[in-house]
C-alpha cells in the first residue's frame, strides 16, 4: 500500500502562490492531483507520469492552464505542484493521488492522500 502524504496548504490572497507537496511511500508511475470545493464533486486539477524509460508528461485541467505546474522529484518521490496568481475559486481541499498505470489512474486512481486546505480570499 502506498503512502501518500501532503504539506503546503494554507490561506493566501488571490493572485499569491503556493507550492503543495507529496511525498510518496514508494515509486509510482502516476503522480496528481485533485481538488474538492465545498460542495462540489472532486474535480482533477493535474497529473504527471514519468518512468526510467520514459520523460515526465504532465496534463492539466483547463482552468489551471498556465497558473499551476506541476513537476516530481523521483530520487524522493515526491510531486510538487507550483500554483501561481491563485483565484477564489481555487479554493478547496486538494488531494494527491497516484497509481501505478494510466489504465488504473483513468478509472480512478488507487491510491490517495489526506488533502490539504487551500483557501484564497479575495
Known amino acids: 500500500q502506498v503512502q501518500l502524504v501532503e504539506s503546503g496548504g494554507g490561506l493566501v490572497q488571490a493572485g499569491d502562490s503556493l507550492r503543495l507537496s507529496c511525498a510518496a511511500s514508494?515509486?509510482?508511475?502516476?503522480m496528481g492531483w485533485f481538488r474538492q470545493a465545498s460542495g462540489k464533486e472532486r474535480e482533477f486539477v493535474s497529473r504527471i507520469t514519468w518512468s526510467r524509460w520514459s520523460s515526465g508528461f504532465s496534463y492539466y485541467a483547463d482552468p489551471v492552464k498556465g497558473r499551476f505546474t506541476i513537476s516530481r522529484n523521483n530520487a524522493k518521490n515526491t510531486v510538487y505542484l507550483q500554483m501561481n496568481n491563485l483565484k477564489p475559486e481555487d479554493t478547496a481541499v486538494y488531494y494527491c493521488?497516484?497509481?501505478?498505470?494510466?489504465?488504473?489512474?483513468?478509472?480512478?486512481?488507487?491510491?490517495w492522500g489526506q488533502g490539504t486546505q487551500v483557501t484564497v480570499s479575495s
Open positions: 514508494e515509486y509510482t508511475f502516476i
Open positions: 493521488a497516484a497509481d501505478l498505470s494510466t489504465t488504473g489512474w483513468d478509472t480512478g486512481p488507487k491510491f
